[in-house]
């Protein structure tokens, strides 16, 4: 989990996320994935970057909501997250409190890491000499 993440308010516009997520200090894959809030802090849903990138600055960000956003709390374990994440195509998942507001995210790139294992690593550096 990384807490390194973007947040924007879900009653806001296009123009108002692409200023935000500039003026943020989250970069790389962090941002493929802007979570959206209620004004009481809580998980609205979510939006790829590309999204953002694509509509016109006018668009209010309830038009691209992904409604079905998938979260999982903070104890879940790794195969809970994991499967949630293949079972619903998902590059990134929001980690959520109790109180249902964002404390994080895992990304594909942090659950391909965690299940690599570690004699694969060895065996790569070992292959790469071979060239």
Do not use: K, Y
């Not at 989250?26 to 802007?34: K, R």
């Not at 004004?39 to 849903?45: S, V």
């Not at 979510?46 to 668009?59: E, R, V």
């Not at 293949?86 to 990304?107: C, E, K, S, T, W």
């Amino acid at each position: 989990m990384t807490p390194d993440f973007l947040t924007v308010g879900i009653e806001r516009d296009v123009e108002h996320a692409l200023r935000v997520l500039r003026a943020c200090g989250v970069t790389g894959p962090a941002l493929h994935t802007v979570l959206l809030t209620n004004p009481d802090g809580t998980l609205a849903g979510n939006l790829d970057i590309t999204q953002l990138l694509q509509a016109t600055p006018n668009t209010p960000l309830t038009a691209l909501n992904n409604r079905h956003c998938r979260s999982v709390p903070p104890h879940a374990s790794l195969p809970e997250i994991a499967v949630e994440m293949a079972d619903f195509d998902l590059a990134a998942i929001a980690i959520i409190d109790q109180h249902r507001r964002p404390i994080g995210i895992v990304r594909i790139d942090d659950i391909i890491a965690l299940t690599i294992p570690h004699h694969w690593r060895h065996m790569v550096g070992t292959l790469a000499h071979l060239d």
